[in-house]
Antibody, heavy 119, light 108 residues
Framework: EVHLVESGGGLVKPGGSLRLSCAAS????????INWVRQAPGKGLQWVSS????????FHADSVKGRFTISRDNAKNFVYLQMDSLRAEDTALYYC????????????WGQGALVTVSS | EIVMTQSPATLSVSPGERATLSCRAS??????LAWYQQKPGQAPRLLIH???TRATGVPARFSGSGSGTEFTLTISSLQSEDFAVYYC??????????FGGGTKVEIK
């Protein structure tokens, strides 16, 4: 069974940094794209970042480009989201989501990690 | 960026009735559209991909249609567990994935 478990969320001051982790199990991790999607409180879904299976392709939404960095460790089955220069508008529940094999939509999601940016 | 517009924002439906949700893309996305269901306190769940293909385990009362810029999710006979928020996602351009704003299906 596919499992994605996020960790590393918390309260951070504006301008601060945080690193989220996504632990994957139940599938051949090294074959799949992994994504981060966030949801601000009471709001809709927003794609944040994607990393291909071999890390050869990495994309970030314009709203986080230059501040967030996605990476992965295929030996440990982990994906990371390093978040720097955090702003109040980055406050959200951050989901790790698997990209389906051979296409780009998300087929499995974790339960999310809450990031709160506030002074 | 491709803008996805969902309508209506809220849909009030009685159990057993049909619900029709719309999603419009600002430019053609072929059939690269997925639908998700999200219940309070839960992660989104994949319902439909490729505009019309039901994901594994999704009941047959859920159906998707459309291509290009106009898409529809139909729930043929609403069950109590179907009251939720529904989002569309375009994945025509991987580097620029975008969701619609969501449609809340509530009990009438």
């Amino acid at each position: 069974e596919v499992h994605l478990v996020e960790s590393g969320g918390g309260l951070v001051k504006p301008g601060g940094s945080l690193r989220l982790s996504c632990a994957a199990s139940g599938f051949t991790f090294s074959l799949y794209t992994i994504n981060w999607v966030r949801q601000a409180p009471g709001k809709g879904l927003q794609w944040v970042s994607s990393i291909s299976s071999s890390s050869s392709e990495i994309f970030h939404a314009d709203s986080v480009k230059g501040r967030f960095t996605i990476s992965r460790d295929n030996a440990k089955n982990f994906v990371y989201l390093q978040m720097d220069s955090l702003r109040a508008e980055d406050t959200a529940l951050y989901y790790c989501a698997r990209g389906t094999y051979g296409s780009d939509y998300f087929d499995y999601w974790g339960q999310g990690a809450l990031v709160t940016v506030s002074s | 960026e491709i803008v996805m517009t969902q309508s209506p924002a809220t849909l009030s439906v009685s159990p057993g009735e049909r619900a029709t949700l719309s999603c419009r893309a600002s430019q053609s996305i072929n059939s690269n559209l997925a639908w998700y269901q999200q219940k309070p306190g839960q992660a989104p769940r994949l319902l439909i991909h490729g505009a019309s293909t039901r994901a594994t385990g999704v009941p047959a009362r859920f159906s998707g249609s459309g291509s290009g810029t106009e898409f529809t999710l139909t729930i043929s006979s609403l069950q109590s567990e179907d009251f939720a928020v529904y989002y569309c996602l375009q994945y025509n351009t991987w580097a620029r994935l975008t969701f619609g704003g969501g449609t809340k299906v509530e009990i009438k």
